[in-house]
């Protein structure tokens, strides 16, 4: 079958974009001026002692060595240490992946929840006052900076209510649920314009279809023609616009959990940059474009779930 | 596409060279709207030294956290500065990073993709490639990435906005060129030996200029927000420069008593990019005319 | 007129499109009166720009969003129940409509078979009946295969297949009236008659009628009964087919005859008509085809718009008697 075919080609063309993403990260993070050997070791150090660790951390072997030798690495699961904790680069990004996949899950969710309807509401009727007002609401949705809604959140409904916290993640499930609501929401709130504008725009272009033409003139139901007509091929440019728009909703998680104080990825990226640890930094980086690729990857599987004309161009 | 569209094409091909004159002058409304906001924050950002009633960065530590009042409009922060001077101070940098941030990936990426899409081959497939990749990453990301590389600053900030923001304009002079390499006059009209620097100017310009004004007002938008969530992180503007996001950063703290120090700047923000939305807006309307 | 003792299955009355084209507000349609009695085949002929698929389109309310509709449309449910119903109530009503663009009329993510068994769920069959329906269907318009291809996905057939899918679809609500859109248009020639063939065959043993709009003289010959020509928005001559062809009573039908291959016998030349139909934002006064006529006279710029009954059929020519000479071949 086709669209299988698709699949597994797409699988394999990841590997030779993954590898890319691995040099690339390599070459940009080695350019970084700054000595680690100084970093570790102190500023009181004698040449001698930097060149021992120098030695230790590999970086005096040539260039494509070193690389080979990171590419192995990684693919072994390792990804360093970290200059400031000593700890593994993966450790620490096992223990705050959790949280962040929280928020993506809820603030993801919380956004299709908002996002859908107000698409499927603004493209009924184009141009009237509802699609007026949900269009001008997504503006100033998209013109708010998140961590500044994050934080008038935290003034309007956490400080005076205290039913959230104003920051972190808590111990216990019930405390992660309470703590992931305010943020969640923010995340939400970014993202939704985005998602609404391209529903939108595709339920448009897909109502002026000829084949919604040819399913009214047979008189089916608006609702049928909706959900099995409009929605259906509406999805694959929704979601790939989505997909597209992963490296965004990463971002807003990163500035998201440094105003709430969530212990997650993107506050570990953010801690690892001001600290200037590069290993740290290498691994986030890395981490942050493998999930990328990983969206990208599974929105083109949907899309040829949903879409039977997908096919391998020959 | 519909008969209607079918119709009302044919009868506005008739007429489209003669009526495009006089369809040009209407600009809709909100533009003039969006522009008159975005021209009061330039005026803000030239007219600084002027209007602020403080230096932003003078501290004066006995009158940290102050509440508005007026001597202090705004209150003062938490070193003690007034924070409306700071405020009306940072519009410089936000502006102008915001707008360089924008212009920089324009003009890079329009000769780009203008040297692939005019020379193709080798140089073509090279900055094609590049343009693959820098799309693969996430954005912002990367950004922090080469921040952290180039170090803090304007300087790096820009260079970072610029290394990937100008695909999409790349992509956009390219294709257009290509579009227009294979229409039947342009050939007609290299075989009689018309220079191409006259093809370009007169057939694929007008065209990318008007996506590029539709697209300009939006990446404004955008690398202000990246500049302030930068600021925000701590990985932007370095303190004690003033700029928006990095007040609403310091005022975090203070939000149970001092709350307007973080909503007002974010107020400023949503503003600013407001105005340049209703251009950005108002110029696709008019395109689509 | 053609005077049917029962009242028309469909009785269109003044109709007129408003449109926005730009700023201006223009009527592609206007002001177009027939009506069609059960069974009956009218064949709706003019030039791209005349109007007749809006007009079709109009009767189901299919028109882009933002069009006005004006006038009188009645559809008889039954012989002696006439209603006058708007466009929405018509859909799925006993009135169906196939389109002219094969390749973008079948929902791309609807197996074929599925599609045409819709049709059948809205007249109430039940799931089961509605699958045996919609194989039945496909079979008569001949689909080779027909349940194989049921399960096939619309991007797999070719034109000419897809084509007879969207038949079978649109019979599947068993219409009293079938609404054709060139259906053959965007088709070749030997796909054409594979498609008029089994649609005729149904037509009679369904006792359907159809309004079927074309450019293409040579088919409405070959399909209907009574044809009504459009010219800029408005009909300029109606009556039976044979009528109308044989001795045609406004200049402008004369001249579609004139260029149509399958018209012309023997050492007849091919003459074009001259010129463009007008623009919609600025239709000429009194009758519209006067700019392009040969036998043009003063009185044809003021003339208000008119079918009067000529010999058998009506025309809105204000001069018909100039045609007699051209008419005798």
């Known amino acids: 079958m086709g669209r299988f075919q698709f699949v597994v080609k797409r699988l394999l063309l990841t590997i030779p974009l993954l590898l890319g993403i691995v040099l690339l990260v390599f070459l940009v993070l080695k350019l970084t001026p700054g000595d680690p050997a100084r970093q570790i070791v102190g500023l009181r150090a004698t040449e001698t002692q930097l060149n021992e660790v120098r030695d230790q951390l590999g970086l005096n072997d040539p260039i494509a060595v070193q690389y080979v030798r990171y590419v ?28 962040t996949l929280w928020l993506l899950g809820f603030g993801g969710l919380l956004a299709m929840l908002i996002s859908v309807p107000c698409g499927i509401l603004s493209a009924l009727h184009p141009n009237r006052a509802t699609d007026h007002a949900i269009r001008a609401l997504g503006l100033v ?20 209510t205290g039913l959230f916290p104003a920051g972190g993640f808590g111990q216990t499930v019930p405390e992660h649920l309470r703590s992931i609501v305010l943020p969640a929401v923010t995340l939400a709130i970014s993202v939704a ?5 391209s529903l939108r725009a595709s339920l448009i272009n897909v109502r002026g279809s000829d084949y919604v033409a040819t399913g009214r003139a047979m008189g089916l139901s608006e609702s049928r023609l909706m959900r099995r007509f409009v929605l259906r091929n509406a999805s694959p440019p929704t979601i790939s616009v989505l997909a597209l728009n992963m490296g965004f909703l990463l971002f807003g ?5 440094t105003t709430f104080a969530l212990p997650g990825i993107g506050q570990g990226i953010v801690l690892a940059a001001r600290g200037r640890d590069l290993p740290a930094i290498q691994g986030y980086t890395l981490l942050f474009a493998v999930l990328v690729v990983a969206v990208y990857l599974v929105a083109d599987i949907v899309t040829a779930v949903l879409d039977p004309r997908v096919e391998i161009q020959a | 596409m519909s008969i209607a569209d079918d119709l009302t094409r044919e009868a506005a091909t008739v007429t489209a060279h003669v009526d495009l004159g006089s369809e ?15 021209g009061a924050y330039v005026l803000v950002g030239v007219f600084a030294a002027w209007l602020a009633p403080y230096d932003p960065l003078a501290q004066d530590p006995i009158m940290a956290l102050a509440n508005p009042s007026r001597a202090h409009w705004l209150g003062t922060d938490e070193l003690g500065r007034d924070v409306f001077s700071r405020l009306i101070y940072a519009t410089r940098i936000d502006l102008s990073v915001g707008i360089l941030g924008a212009l920089l990936p324009a003009v890079v990426g329009t000769v780009l993709g203008a040297v692939g899409g005019y020379f193709g081959g080798w140089r073509d497939s090279v900055i094609m490639r590049l343009a693959d990749v820098v799309q693969a990453f996430p954005t912002y990301i990367l950004i922090i990435a080469l921040v952290f590389v180039l170090g803090q600053g304007i300087g790096s900030i820009l260079v970072a906005f610029t290394l990937l923001a100008w695909v999409a304009y790349a992509r956009l002079i390219r294709s257009e060129i290509l579009r ?19 093809i370009l100017g007169s057939h694929v310009f007008p065209n990318v200029v008007g996506q590029t004004l539709v697209y300009l007002p939006s990446d404004i938008v955008l690398a202000t927000l990246g500049l302030a969530s930068l600021s925000f992180l701590g990985l932007g503007i370095p303190l004690p420069t003033a700029e928006w996001g990095a007040m609403i950063a310091a005022g975090q703290p203070f939000i149970r008593e001092q709350w307007w120090l973080s909503t007002v700047p974010g107020l400023v923000v949503v503003g600013f990019g407001l105005g340049l939305s209703l251009i950005g807006e108002g110029i696709e309307e008019w395109t689509q005319r | 007129m053609d005077a049917t003792m029962s009242p028309a299955l469909l009785d269109v009355q003044d109709l007129r499109v408003r449109l926005k084209a730009g700023t201006t507000e223009i009527a592609p349609v206007d002001g177009v009166t027939f009506s069609v009695a059960r069974g009956e085949a009218l064949g709706i002929v003019g030039e791209s720009g005349s109007g007749k698929s809006l007009t079709l389109k109009a009767i189901l309310g299919l028109l882009p ?3 006005k509709l004006d006038g009188s449309l009645r559809f008889s449910v039954s012989a002696d129940d006439v209603e006058e119903v708007g466009p929405d109530q018509m859909r799925g009503r006993g009135v ?26 809205g007249i109430g069959l039940s799931r089961r009946d509605a699958k045996r329906r919609s194989v039945e269907l496909l079979d008569a318009v001949g689909v080779p295969n027909a349940r194989e291809r049921s399960r096939m996905w619309p991007h797999e057939l070719s034109g000419g297949l897809r084509q007879r899918v969207m038949i079978a679809a649109a019979l599947s609500t068993e219409p009293a009236l079938l609404l054709c859109d060139e259906p053959t248009t965007a088709l070749d020639v030997t796909v054409q008659d594979q498609i008029l063939g089994p649609l005729a065959q149904l037509r009679r043993d369904l006792d359907m009628a159809m309004v079927f709009v074309t450019h293409d003289l040579a088919v409405i010959a070959e399909v209907c009964d009574r044809i009504a020509v459009m010219y800029a928005g408005r009909i300029v001559e109606l009556g039976s087919t044979q009528d109308v062809l044989a001795a045609p009573q406004h200049p402008y039908t004369a001249a579609l005859l004139a260029s149509a291959p399958s018209f012309q016998k023997g050492s007849g030349r091919l003459e074009g008509i001259g010129g463009q139909p007008p623009d919609p934002r600025a239709f000429p006064p009194g009758c519209r085809f006067a700019p392009r006529c040969r036998l043009v006279r003063d009185d044809c710029h003021t003339a208000a718009h008119q079918l009067t009954m000529v010999g058998s059929h009506e025309t809105a020519c204000v001069h018909p008697e100039l045609l007699l000479p051209e008419v005798a071949k």
């Open chain 2, 180 to 198: 227009i390499r294979d229409l039947d006059y342009v050939q007609a009209a290299r075989a009689a030996g018309l220079p191409s620097w006259r």
């Open chain 3, 96 to 121: 169906s409509m196939i389109f002219q663009e094969p390749m973008t009329a079948l929902n791309p993510t609807m197996r074929v078979g599925r599609l045409v068994a819709e049709g059948a769920r």
């Open chain 3, 65 to 67: 969003p933002g069009s």
């Open chain 1, 72 to 99: 192995g690495r990684v693919l072994h699961g390792d990804l360093g240490y970290s200059y400031k904790s000593l700890q593994p680069v993966r450790t620490s990004i096992a223990e705050r992946l959790p949280v």
């Open chain 2, 24 to 38: 040009r002058a209407r600009l809709p409304r909100r533009v003039w709207v969006g522009a008159a906001i975005v």
């Open chain 1, 141 to 160: 949705g998209l013109t708010m900076p998140s961590f500044w809604v994050g934080i008038v959140l935290i003034l309007v409904v956490a400080l005076p």
């Open chain 1, 193 to 197: 314009p985005i998602q609404i504008r």
């Open chain 1, 253 to 257: 998680a990163v500035v998201i959990e």
